[in-house]
């Protein structure tokens, strides 16, 4: 399984980008996803989640009601649309699936993640 994050990019305080995860080697859409985060000379932290059936979605408190996470299945995506985007958001933004299937509730964990992509840089001006 591979999984690639794309969409970043130099954006001004206050813009808007969306970032999207393409899986590759593997059509499963019984596990949930996520996206996380890691700012230079910090901790990966958890952004957001979506359940397996897309119907339950999770939200770092810094990212509520700012960012939306989606996903198709057919498609075989992830996207994360980001707005309102502050210089805090700055960081390498990563995609990963959650290694349990059928989670109706999505975790905020980094263990309960595996399979992660390489990353795309997110860098927001002031």
């Known amino acids: 399984v591979q999984l690639q994050a794309s969409g970043g990019g130099l954006v001004q305080a206050g813009g808007s980008l969306r970032l999207s995860c393409t899986v590759s080697?593997?059509?499963?859409?019984?596990?949930?996803m996520g996206w996380f985060r890691q700012a230079r000379g910090k901790e990966r932290e958890f952004v957001a989640g979506?359940?397996?059936?897309?119907?339950?979605?999770y939200y770092a408190d810094s990212v509520k009601g700012r960012f939306t996470i989606s996903k198709d299945n057919a498609k075989n995506t992830l996207s994360l649309q980001m707005n309102s985007l502050k210089p805090e958001d700055t960081a390498v933004y990563y995609c990963?699936?959650?290694?349990?299937?059928?989670?109706?509730?999505?975790?905020?964990?980094?263990?309960?993640?595996?399979?992660w992509g390489q990353g795309t840089q997110v860098t927001v001006s002031s």
């Open positions: 080697g593997r059509s499963d859409s019984r596990y949930g």
């Open positions: 979506i359940s397996w059936t897309g119907r339950s979605t």
């Open positions: 990963a699936w959650d290694t349990v299937a059928f989670r109706n509730i999505p975790t905020m964990s980094k263990v309960d993640y595996g399979s």
